[in-house]
């Protein structure tokens, strides 16, 4: 399918079929493209958490509003997000790109340098929205990357956040949840949503060009 056909073929699952697990290398295709997403700046500020334990799916479930998906897909992935920005965050993100690409051109060095003296004083509330905003970008990636593979999932932000970050110890770890996206298969019997025509605004009402 082209990606014009992706879009369509895909929709929000609201009924996944219970215990049809996703095979390993296809989750992992989903996350390379999840990695591989654009970043402001290249700084990656978030992390990609994959949950298959049904034990623990169960307790975010509780958390999340008792969404079916929830424990009925094979793998969860949580979107979390930094925090905040800090010095040593930056600093690391550069060296990173070091690594990859070599020594950094004098350019490149100075935009790291402006990044560490002006993102973290920002406030970490400033921070965490534009954090979050960088996730969504992984997300739109991962939704594609999961209609190629043939697999189902649907985005959530139904779910009490404080309480997921308590269950997962992200806070601890410099993290705060955005999003979670389920991974599985339609059950194509019971899943009312799938029979209906996909819902969009006309393109003339969508799109306009500006001269």
């Known amino acids: 399918m082209d990606v014009i056909e992706l879009c369509n ?7 996944m079929i219970p215990g049809l697990v996703v095979p390993d290398e296809q989750v992992e295709r989903i996350l390379e493209a999840a990695r591989l997403a654009p970043s402001s700046s290249g700084l990656q500020p978030y992390e990609v958490l ?5 034990a623990l799916r169960a307790r975010i479930q509780a958390v999340a509003k008792n ?3 929830i424990a009925d897909c094979s793998h969860l992935l949580v979107f979390a997000a930094w925090d905040t ?3 040593e965050r930056i600093r690391q993100a550069f060296e990173q790109t070091r690594r990859d690409r070599g020594e950094l051109s004098e350019y490149w060095a100075n935009y790291g340098k402006v990044l560490e003296e002006q993102y973290p004083v920002r406030g970490a509330e400033v921070n965490f929205q534009h954090t979050a905003r960088q996730a969504y970008l992984a997300l739109g990636f991962a939704l594609l990357a999961a209609a190629a593979e043939g697999v189902d999932c649907t985005p959530m932000e139904g779910f009490d956040a404080d309480a997921l ?7 601890a770890r410099g993290l705060r949840s955005v999003v979670l ?3 599985g298969y339609r059950d194509e019997e019971n899943d009312l949503l799938l029979k209906l025509n996909k819902s969009r605004r006309p393109m ?3 799109a306009s060009e500006l001269k």
Request: aromatic share 12%; charged share 25%.
């Open 165 to 171: 970050d308590d269950l997962l110890g992200l806070r």
């Open 67 to 69: 969404q079916a998906q």
């Open 85 to 87: 920005y800090t010095p």
């Open 204 to 206: 003339a009402e969508f």
């Open 9 to 15: 073929w895909r929709y929000a699952t609201k009924k």
């Open 50 to 54: 994959v949950i298959s334990d049904a």
């Open 181 to 183: 996206l389920p991974l």
